[in-house]
């Protein structure tokens, strides 16, 4: 049997606010020339691990993309089954509107309790599905993650051998699984209480995970295949991949990662303002194309440094300046402890009050000389009432 394992789609996804609709057609366009290319040796399934959807109630244009997606797979692949799961993104119910009817077109989303006696059987091979469980999925009592997750896993173990014994068994599941790495793009779990031991599958041939951006291999059994995209600049330059998984009878999955080529990588670029401005070498020709993150080294703040930048980097996204406002930081507050000590002293009082305007808003009105001079009339009036 051979499938391929993707996950973490996000359709609709909006970085910085710029929507990602465009490059996510194109990605899933790469998905489906990996399917076309194999047509000569071809793959039985297409395993999505959740998170289809960027947001519970996805807009009209992600689900059309989507829908286009599944429409164009089913009429030039019919013997491809296509397995789907919510994930903690998704909105189980609506995710799996019309699903019994997408069931007799070998569409099968698995959103609901019972659906976890219901697995795709292939010749030697069946394959359940795990949605990400919320609070209340099998009762009201049962709430932590981990614990809903050795519900659902003794109910699917119990079935499997009741019923397919003879077959190798798989899982296609969206959660935590202990050990694995996070990026910044996830909408975490609260707690550790919420990561589940990877020990609970060790019965399962092969786990197809979603949830967990970076591609990486958990366990032996366990694969996440990442997100197809990146979706935050923590995953900067980092490679992105679907998963070819054949599994053979009586022996470990052969996992090969079949690369995504984004239309704009997401990269992260540290240097001073100056580096980024003239470019005179062309060390960041690589960025003009790059949805782009500057570490700028500069220790001193630049002003309106995105406007200056977009017309050399117009997919510039980020502008950090964390040295700039680190010594801003320390200035501001040395500056506050010389203010502590002048009102401690017997300095004039116009000079205590021109440090404090100084320390409050950065710098002197234009009609400070004005509003000092009422200021010190006030302080006068004051001490003469107090002397009387």
Known sequence: MKFLHTGDL??????????????????????????????????????????????????????????????????????????????????????????????????????APEDLEKPIVFPDAVLYGLPFLTPGFFSPEETAQVDMVQTALDTILHHYRQHHTDKELLLCAHLFAAGGEESQSERSFVGTAQQVPVALFKDFRYVALGHLHRCQQVAANMWYSGSPLAYSFSEADAAKYVLD????????????????????????????????????????????????????????????PMNQLKSRYPYLLSFRQDEALRREGLSTINERRDLLQKSKSNLPSEEIFEAFIRDIYGTLPENFEAEKALFVQTMTDLQREMQE
């Open 10 to 111: 996000h359709l609709g996804k909006l970085f910085y606010e710029l929507s990602l609709l465009p490059d996510q057609e194109n990605m899933l366009e790469q998905i489906y020339n990996t399917l076309h290319t194999a047509k000569e040796s071809p793959y039985d399934a297409l395993v999505i691990a959740g998170d289809v959807y960027d947001r519970a109630v996805p807009s009209p244009e992600a689900v059309s993309l989507f829908d286009a997606f599944l429409t164009r797979l089913r009429q030039n692949f019919p013997q491809l089954k296509i397995i789907i799961i919510p994930g903690n993104h998704d909105s189980a119910r609506r995710l799996a509107f019309a699903s019994h009817m997408l069931a007799f077109q070998d569409i099968y989303i698995y959103s």
């Open 245 to 304: 998984v054949t599994i053979l009878p009586k022996a470990n999955p052969t996992v090969t990662k079949i690369p995504i080529e984004p239309v704009h990588p997401v990269v992260r670029r540290c240097g001073s303002f100056e580096d980024f401005f003239r470019d005179t070498c062309n060390a960041f020709a690589d960025c003009r194309n790059a949805f782009l993150e500057i570490c700028c080294t500069d220790t001193y703040l630049i002003e309106n």
